[in-house]
């Protein structure tokens, strides 16, 4: 395998892809510190993470981890978006921390893999695509291996006037024709206090709420039965939640996790179909084309499309 120097996606967003995830972590009112062995115990577990899906590559199993689950790709196909956490314990406990780590799956129909790659990497345009908690995203850089870009992700249902001030890099591989995976980390975040007020700050990196504190996510791409299967997993690093609230919260910060997921790959989903209907009239230079009509077709909500993926 070798790593091109393109096309591919992020997620991060989910990042990104975002994204993906800025609404996964508990959140207080108070400040705090990410502690070294706080940051030791999350990097030791995203090295295990990464372990587990080049073996998984490696061995010759399945691409997509979901394949191996029956019935998994035919719920994808009918529409549904596939979220759970990777294990039993998440968010998982660690010193003065939480690791969340959430896997999801969406099939987009009607298109091809160069199509979603190419979407996933237009940085400027997420915040359009992930609107409204992405307010602001731009490309850095790129290099032959690595995409590098930022973004800016508002939750107002959870801290008042707080943002979250990210930079990633994406390395992307291509394993062959149809199939690619990409490996993001945030580089940078900064918690930005008071957001969009007068008062206005960015406060230094490891210093805030504790919100999120890190953020790496892994997702796989495979071009098969007439569309493309997108995978992710997504993996958040925030402060602690109190002894004393945590049988209140954490049943909330693990809905609050799916959702989030799901509703990623639901916009994501979406840019691509759009993306797909431009370029359709584009070459057919009318609107009643067939071909149009087919991937310009409403999309159910996401609340209704979300399976359970144990």
């Known amino acids: 395998m070798n790593t091109p120097p393109n096309p591919a996606l992020n997620s991060s967003r989910l990042a990104r892809y975002l994204l993906l995830v800025a609404t996964v972590a508990p959140i207080s009112a108070t400040g705090a510190d990410l502690k070294p062995e706080t940051a030791q115990q999350w990097e030791d577990y995203v090295k295990t993470a990464d372990a587990r899906n080049a073996e998984h590559l490696a061995h010759g199993n399945a691409f997509l981890f979901g394949d191996e689950v029956s019935g998994h790709a035919a719920k994808l196909r009918c529409g549904g978006i596939v979220v759970g956490p990777m294990g039993p314990h998440v968010p998982l406990k660690v010193q003065s921390g939480l690791i969340h780590d959430w896997t999801g799956a969406v099939f987009i129909p009607n298109t091809k893999l160069e199509d979603v790659l190419s979407v996933l990497r237009d940085y400027d345009r997420y915040k ?38 990210f930079d990633y890099e994406v390395s992307y591989v291509r394993v062959d024709d149809h199939r690619w995976y990409s490996i993001a980390d945030a580089t940078r975040i900064n918690e930005i206090a008071e957001y969009d007020t007068p008062s ?12 999120i504190w890190r953020l790496h996510c892994i997702m796989r791409f495979e071009e098969r039965d007439g569309g493309v299967y997108i995978e992710v997993e997504a993996i958040a690093l925030s402060r602690d939640i109190p002894a004393a609230f945590r049988w209140a919260v954490e049943p909330i910060v693990r809905r609050v996790s799916r959702s989030s997921v799901a509703t990623s790959l639901q916009q994501t989903k979406a ?12 070459i057919s230079g009318r609107t009643d084309d067939p071909a149009m009509k087919r991937t310009s077709a409403p999309t159910p ?10």
Do not use: M, W
């Not at 602001?136 to 801290?159: A, C, L």
């Not at 840019?271 to 584009?282: D, I, K």
């Open 200 to 211: 206005q700050h960015t406060l230094p990196e490891n210093r805030g709420t504790g919100l």
């Open 301 to 310: 909500s996401t609340s209704s499309l979300v399976r359970p993926l144990r």
């Open 271 to 282: 840019a691509v179909r759009a993306h797909s209907t431009t370029e359709t009239v584009g």
């Open 128 to 165: 359009e695509f992930y609107r409204p908690n992405v307010v602001d995203s731009k490309r850095i850089g790129t290099t032959d291996s690595k995409d590098r870009f930022s973004t800016v992700v508002i939750n107002k249902s959870v801290v008042a006037k707080t943002a979250l001030d």
